[in-house]
């Protein structure tokens, strides 16, 4: 479904991303690993449309995406729940939901699609009109889940859901996108916690400095004594 071949970018004159080659299938969780400063948000960003690559070549459902304007991405399917959530804190639960669905694509699911959200997350629903800022941290994940739905997503970015959590919320959460997979939507997941990525994982990359070093099944990276060492912590 979405395809990486040889990217690199950066910001301005500074390159980030050296050389990225990755495939993200539909129905399938692939993990992005690394420290702090290894690029994994500057890779969200690029294929989000945010940030323009210098080299390389990106595919979504067999077009080329590289050009295309954020917002033409978000109406194929492409869809980036960034790190931070990044809600409207004084607009409600609801309102931050809806401007999920606002391509053209969307905009007629979006009361089916909102009803669906609230089966899924509850707490949402009994905070619908409640300000999106007032929320606890793990309500907020929700609500950025949530609203990246409601644009009907073939693949969905998703930059450290789980940061910032408390460990009961991180496994809800966890729990939610392995249920997001389960429908068939293909997964990009960020994240730090390596042990809760790789064993909710189909595949993985391991970046170090932008670079790649490591990728394969993540039960078979599970196994790899640098990974084992670097980033599980035995």
């Known amino acids: 479904m979405l395809e990486i071949e040889r990217l690199e970018a950066g910001y301005g004159d500074v390159a980030v991303l050296h050389g990225i080659d990755l495939t993200v299938e539909a129905g399938a969780v692939t993990a992005l690993l690394g420290s702090n400063g290894a690029g994994k948000t500057t890779l969200m960003s690029t294929l989000a449309g945010l940030i323009a690559p210098s080299a390389g070549r990106l595919r979504f459902a067999g077009q080329p995406i590289e050009r295309l304007p954020a917002s033409r991405r978000v109406e194929m399917g492409l869809v980036l729940v960034p790190e931070g959530r990044m809600l409207f804190p004084d607009s409600s639960v609801e309102e931050n939901l809806l401007l999920g669905a606002y391509t053209h694509a969307a905009r007629p699911m979006a009361r089916a699609r909102l009803s669906?959200?609230?089966?899924?997350?509850?707490?949402?629903?009994?905070?619908?009109?409640?300000?999106?800022?007032?929320?606890?941290?793990?309500?907020?994940?929700?609500?950025?889940?949530g609203r990246g739905l409601m644009a009907g997503p073939k693949i969905l970015l998703l930059d450290e859901p789980s940061l910032g959590l408390a460990p009961k919320m991180a496994q809800l959460v966890f729990e939610t996108i392995a249920a997001i997979r389960a429908q068939g939507i293909g997964i990009l997941l960020a994240e730090q916690d390596a042990h809760a990525a790789l064993k909710l994982a189909d595949s993985a990359l391991v970046l170090e400095n932008g670079r790649p070093v490591l990728a394969g099944p993540a039960a078979q990276l599970r196994a790899n004594t640098q990974v084992r060492e670097s980033y599980l912590g035995l």
């Not at 009109?129 to 907020?140: C, D, F, K, M, P």
């Open 116 to 145: 669906e959200i609230y089966a899924l997350f509850p707490r949402l629903a009994e905070r619908r009109r409640q300000r999106a800022g007032s929320l606890s941290g793990g309500e907020q994940q929700m609500a950025a889940l």
